[in-house]
């Protein structure tokens, strides 16, 4: 493509670098150029051409079917294509380079909407979730306020999906609730920019990364070990909420006394923090598997203790693990896999 | 703050302790009374956990006339507001304490809750060690009950044990009515609109403790606080898993129901 403008950054590392876009990864120019990965963006965007020009740093004047308006109420009749060429021709001799400044401001709000647009998107493609990772690595989203999360780093997210409802969140994958960022100048970056998926997708995506580490630490991976290697429903079972749990639950204390839960001020919050101590309790299936599973007498033994559960399911659990060793021996964890796959489908 | 020590002429018109409070970075401090400070009572023991005990009180209560050289004033100093931290962490659980921290609770003068949910629910400060030099001051969040850390690094320089273990709680012990109501409403990861099991399974986890916790304050006749009535409870526990009907799980979602079919569905899709 051309970039004859001269100048020396290009539009997408330019608004990368600006105060407040931090957490934004460069969208590769491969991306974007692919029609399909902007699908259904026209119709969100006002002045789509010139805003899609603008990120690429295509000069109007080098494309024969670029467009060139001025007029405001253009932002209205975006998705009408039944311009015609010749009109636009001698418009544009018209204007010459010169597009007046006001024009250019509203380029420049449609270009960084649009932006926002393709960069969620992209950053849950294979490409872009690889540079959120390095980002990640690079303590580029800051930490998580929580005590007892002890400093793990976070993942940007939205709250929704549709520009303009909520400002961008940090998302705490060892208490996996989601925090305002401490700064605010990010009290102005979209949510939908980064939206809800890539939050969830990334620990997917990267099932091995050590979630518990401080953004003191230098990022690392579970170990090898046996205990780092059992799998409960699809995530490294160390992994899984590490912050939450017994002595990670606040626990109000006057004088060193516990409130009581019966005070009207007790504790009423602590399921929030909470998580069971036998992480195999939440591996229903199996629980059930087993409660119900053929030879299994008591059917209908639905209350007995985990530790109960824990004695008779040995045995499972050795044949799981052999199996999660063969998978991880062939590519990571099925999660990854399946992960990868959908985004590269989506290129 | 320097400044000040060094005009000594005039220490009783300039009081040590509006200058403390109002210089940056002790903004979670509230001033404490004169009368307070004078009882020595309420020094007890404190004697021996600051240096320069008297000098440091002399000048805490403006009537501080050493000669000194500029290293010694600087010790008194630091001295000075190490004793005015310990005696703070006393004052705030008096009456009279408490209601000027309440004031300051009331203008968000501690900050706003980060957790998303808690919507910019004002913090208290709070020590998570009553000892001094232990730990720095923390936030507490009365709405999820949790336990964050100031943003600025000036705040989290602060000593935890000018505040205490106590002060927060005893402040909702004493204006019960300002506990915030509770909420269940939480974040739930989603990808494309799909819950994730593992989180999802760690979330039916929870709200089934919560529930648990709120029949067992019905059964005992407390107010759980949740703003939601009990009638509510009893149709959550029918469709625990039903939150919110328009989103589906990302894998199946195991509902006790019968299937020998859905157990090996669910290790086709591991393996």
Known sequence: MSTS?????????????????????EVSEEFIEDDFNLTGLQSQVAMYKEALEMILDVEPEDDEDDEDEEEEEDEEDISGDGRDLAHRGERRRHNGHSRIA????????????LYGLIHQRFICSRAGIQQMSEKYELNHFGVCPRTNCNQTRTLPVGLSDIPGEDTVKLFC????????????????????????????LFLMTFPEYDLSKSHADPVSNLS????????????YARNIAPGLGKGKVYEPKIYGFRVSEMAKSGPRMQWLRKKPEDIHVLDEARQYAEDHGAGDSEDDDQSMSSRAVARRRAPGNARLRQQQRQQAGQNGSPMAVEAANGAESEL | MDDFVSESDSDYTSYWR???ISSRGNEYFCEIDEDY???????????????????ALDLVTDVFDLDCDDEMRETIEKSARNLYGLVHARYIVTTRGLAKMLEKYKKCDFGKCPRVMCHSHPLLPMGLSDIPHHKPVKLYCARCEDVYNPKSTRHAAIDGAFFGTSFHNILFQAYPQL?????SERYIPRVYGFKVHAAAALVRWQNKERNDMRRRLRKMEVDSG????????????????????NDNTAMVEYRGGPSASMESHMTGSVA
């Open chain 1, 5 to 25: 403008s001269g100048t020396p950054e290009s539009w997408i590392s330019s608004f990368c670098s600006l105060l407040g876009h931090e957490y934004f990864a």
């Open chain 1, 102 to 113: 006001s024009d250019l401001s509203v380029i420049e709000a449609s270009a960084e909407m």
């Open chain 1, 173 to 200: 994958p060892s208490c996996l609730d989601v925090y305002v960022p401490p700064n605010s100048r990010f009290q102005t970056v979209d949510g939908a920019f980064f939206g809800r998926t890539f939050g969830a």
């Open chain 1, 224 to 235: 090898r070990t046996l205990e780092d290697q059992i799998m409960i429903n699809g995530m």
């Open chain 2, 18 to 20: 509006d200058w403390f």
């Open chain 2, 37 to 55: 400070l004078t009882d020595r009572f309420n020094l007890t023991g404190l004697n021996t956990e600051v240096q320069y005990y008297q000098y």
């Open chain 2, 179 to 183: 506990v915030p109501p509770k909420s």
């Open chain 2, 226 to 245: 949740f703003k939601d009535t009990d009638e509510d409870l009893d149709l959550e526990e029918e469709d625990e898993e039903e939150e919110d009907e």
